[in-house]
């Protein structure tokens, strides 16, 4: 089993029981429940759908608000109000990620600009990261600082471009990806670009397919 097979499963297999059990229970339910808090997986085994799911939009003298109205946001593609204090937003997601579809963050990011008051460019970003799983590995150049472009977009107004990210092949300080395929360079680095732009190969004679410079940002 690969890397990104493992962590797939997890999240497939594992996760409802030891982490989404504690979420059903505690945040998703009125009254709340803290019985996942000792023993998830059987939580979630004699969980009955039908009563969770009413449970979801209960509400009682304690809690008067129903836990999927406090989790929903009123309009979840309105950030004009973040937008005009001055705030940023830069996402990445990973366009093979099994458990959360790129494709619905992609469907986000154009709400988003639709219902912005001017240029979504101003205060969102989005990078795809091809290749990558739930947050990294996968046949990815998975590691690259966000936080970094981040800052200086909010501390010095340098909107940011492309995020060079980079393998992490053998003896990488952060950890090898197990998923690197065995003919990349284990320092292989790519451009990621604000969506919708992609890297795409300059195709010059001599140019390195292994470095980032060897690409640039061009519409999808």
Not at 82 to 95: E, F, Q
Not at 157 to 177: C, D, E, K, S, T
Request: hydrophobic share 40%; aromatic share 10%.
């Amino acid at each position: 089993m690969t890397s990104a097979s493992a962590v797939a499963a997890f999240w497939e297999f594992t996760a409802p029981l030891v982490l989404d059990s504690g979420a059903v229970g505690v945040i998703f339910k009125v009254p709340p429940s803290a019985d996942p808090l000792t023993n998830g997986p059987a939580f979630a085994l004699g969980l009955n759908i039908d009563t969770a799911l009413a449970e979801l939009y209960a509400t009682d003298a304690t809690y008067p608000e129903a836990a999927m109205s406090f989790m929903t946001p009123p309009d979840v593609t309105d950030y004009n109000d973040v937008r005009d204090r001055g705030a940023k937003i830069l996402v990445y997601h990973g366009v093979s990620d099994p458990i959360f579809s790129v494709a619905d963050t992609e469907a986000w990011w154009r709400g988003v600009r639709k219902g912005t008051h001017g240029p979504i460019d101003d205060y969102v970003r989005l990078y795809r990261v091809p290749g990558m799983g739930h947050c990294s590995g996968g046949p990815a150049t998975d590691q690259a600082d966000f936080i970094t472009p981040l800052v200086l977009w909010v501390e010095q107004g340098q909107a940011p471009g492309a995020i060079v990210a980079a393998a992490r092949g053998p003896g990488n300080p952060g950890g090898a990806n197990g998923d690197v395929p065995a003919t990349w360079s284990p320092t292989r680095t790519r451009p990621l670009c604000p969506y919708p732009a992609v890297a795409r190969y300059k195709g010059k004679k001599g140019a390195n397919i292994e470095a980032a410079a060897s690409f640039d940002c061009k519409p999808e």
